[in-house]
């Protein structure tokens, strides 16, 4: 009888366009979309309407450490790469000739200079957010969301939303500096995992309209990707502008790619005279060199004695082909998972160990995390763990019958030793979740299956099974929270069925989907006060923050609400997110059009805690 109301309520989905995130993902030749064909193209969001000007105190003047993705940090905090910046600050290299030199680089046709009321990497027409995407809101509040927002976030699909916003040509707010609000949205970009689009995105300026805190935030990203060309047409001006050991050691390595061997060498030997680096910082910069054009330097990096993780150490290493050992990466941030992912020169190793972090926080898609695994198990002197995942794998994809497929499915989801790989094992398999048929043979992994296909965006794959999961039931849950066709209102009835089968600590699970269906309006009035009387949860509280949300969403402001949203995602998993959040998130979100963010990041709550 349950499965019967599930399939009453479920209209039948027909196909829709999908929406195209089109985040570039390093070495495609186009961009990757993060969405199957098929996830719905959410409805335009409201005309925004001016807000009246916030007045928040202003913010703070310097990033967050990349390493935590928690702290503020100095200008040129690294991790140990800074120890000898002081005497940076007695530099006189500022004669004439290399400003005019400077300037001359600069030099762009006003036709082709780009303006800074705009910047991003593509438009709402082609999968991005609208122009007018935070309406009348003051930039510097704006600001403060950006740079006090904890990431990595909790939610993938959260950190998804986030990336598109981020990466969308979107123009500036009112009093801020376009170059400083391109910073800290890369600079969130960075501490999200997204190091590839937050490279994009400071190239997006042009160099003479940088700023002191573009600078700043452009040398973690180009290091981030172990881009060391990147940092050349800014190198100068960079130096002179922020004072930074990394800015300073990035001018020898430049000139020497640029086949100057003569200047780089000078210029290496001012650095080490002066101190801008030391020890095992400076002998990478001296690599860095020997790389160049004729650089016929040869320096021998040893790991063994060096102690921090660093952005320089990272990039630089994994650029010269002298990769950081794992201790190293073991003592960055959760980010830097998606950093390695994502990296063209990294060890397949290290994108093993990093490709669960990346899938979790939402920074690859299924398939990229797919193509990362099959390069792993090609890999002749790969462990013997990564191949028998690998082998697993092939049988999820190409198994002989639905059969093996879901038997081998269910090993990769069994075999995560943490939650965080538990759930990467659930996008790891999605695609592969998505092609079998619903069948009453497969009921005991039902669950399972849907929410890999979910947090993958196959949400017209994973109604299909409405017929087969029991009410109650976590697919039944998932189902009336991420269905696109839901119909209908859930009753308290239902939700205590839901409530019964519940194992999660002090019922979150029932919690976070009374939240999830409040905000997407599907369940009756009476039954959302006398479910959460019973769960001794008060969903609807108000906080400064609810309040600051649903007035984004009133004005129509997509934005917005989707910078407060990723502010109210802060923390290390779904645990540490309070099921008012999830409501008042997914509430506004849903008003401005986003509904597809919002039931798939109500699904997740639901899923993943």
Not at 213 to 242: H, I, K, W
Not at 271 to 283: E, S, T, V, Y
Not at 310 to 315: A, E, N
Not at 427 to 441: F, G, H, K, Q
Request: hydrophobic fraction near 40%; charged fraction near 20%; glycine fraction near 10%.
């Amino acid at each position: 009888m349950a499965k019967q109301r599930i399939s009453m309520l479920l209209c039948a989905t027909a196909s829709l366009a999908a929406l195209v995130y089109t985040l570039p993902v390093m070495g495609q030749q186009g961009p990757e979309s993060l969405l199957p064909p098929g996830f719905n193209d959410p409805a335009p969001p409201p005309a925004a309407r001016p807000s009246p000007p916030a007045s928040p105190t202003s913010p703070s003047s310097r990033p967050a450490d990349i390493v935590s993705g928690t702290a503020p940090a100095p200008t040129g905090t690294i991790g140990t790469v800074v120890e000898g910046e002081s005497d940076a600050a007695t530099d006189e290299d500022k004669d004439e000739e290399e400003e005019e030199e400077t300037e001359i680089r600069y030099d762009v046709p006003p036709t082709a200079r780009r303006s800074l009321k705009a910047v991003g990497l593509f438009t709402d027409a082609s999968g991005g957010f609208p122009i007018n995407a935070f309406g009348g809101t003051d930039g510097s509040f704006l600001t403060q969301i950006l740079t006090r927002t904890k990431a990595p976030l909790a939610s993938r699909w959260g950190t998804i939303m986030a990336r598109r916003l981020l990466a969308s040509r979107t123009a500036t707010p009112r009093n801020v500096n376009g170059a400083d609000w391109t910073a800290e949205r890369s600079w969130l970009l960075l501490r999200m995992g997204d190091a590839v689009v937050a490279r994009q995105l400071v190239q997006q300026v042009d160099p003479d309209r940088y700023t002191k805190r573009l600078y700043q935030v452009a040398m973690p990203a180009f290091l981030a990707n172990a881009d060391l060309s990147a940092m050349c047409p800014l190198a100068e001006a960079g130096a002179r502008q922020t004072n930074d050991a990394t800015w300073r050691m990035a001018q020898p390595i430049c000139a020497s790619l640029a086949g100057e061997q003569g200047r780089a060498t000078a210029l290496l030997n001012q650095a080490r005279g002066r101190g801008w680096m030391k020890g095992i910082d400076l002998l990478l910069g001296e690599k860095a060199v020997g790389a160049g054009v004729e650089g016929r330097r040869s320096v021998k990096i040893e790991w063994e004695n060096a102690k921090g993780f660093s952005t320089w150490r990272h990039g630089v290493g994994q650029a010269t082909g002298v990769e950081p050992p794992q201790a190293l990466y073991a003592e960055a941030g959760r980010q830097v998972d998606g950093w390695v992912a994502q990296l063209p020169t990294a060890s397949s190793a290290s994108k093993m160990r990093a490709v669960s972090g990346a899938a979790a926080l939402g920074v690859i898609s299924n398939r990229a995390m797919v193509d990362i695994f099959s390069v792993a198990f090609e890999d002749p002197d790969a462990a013997s763990d990564i191949k028998a995942k690998g082998e697993l794998l092939r049988t999820a994809y190409a198994g002989r019958s639905n059969a093996d497929k879901v038997g081998a499915m269910a090993s990769l989801w069994d075999g995560g030793s943490t939650p965080r790989d538990r759930n990467a094992a659930l996008v790891l398999t999605a695609r592969a979740a998505a092609l079998i048929a619903p069948s009453e043979d497969y009921a005991a992994q039902a669950d399972h299956l849907i929410a890999s296909m979910l947090s993958a965006g196959f949400d017209e794959q994973a109604v299909r099974w409405a017929s087969i999961v029991d009410g109650g039931s976590l697919g039944w849950g998932l189902l009336a929270t991420a269905s696109p066709g839901w119909r209908g209102t859930i009753t308290e009835g239902e939700l205590d069925d839901f409530r019964g089968n519940d194992d999660s600590s002090d019922y979150r699970r029932s919690k976070m989907l009374l939240a999830g269906l409040a905000g997407l309006g599907r369940v009756q009035g009476t039954a959302i006060s006398g479910f959460a009387e019973t769960l001794e949860t008060n969903i609807r509280k108000e906080t400064a923050w609810s309040r600051a949300i649903a007035a984004a969403a009133s004005r129509g402001e997509s934005g917005t609400v989707v910078l407060l949203s990723a502010a109210a995602l802060q923390g290390e998993g779904w645990q540490d997110i309070p099921p008012h959040h999830l409501y008042h998130l997914v509430r506004a979100l849903k008003q401005v059009g986003l509904d597809g963010e919002a039931r798939m990041i109500a699904a997740e709550a639901v899923s993943w805690s």
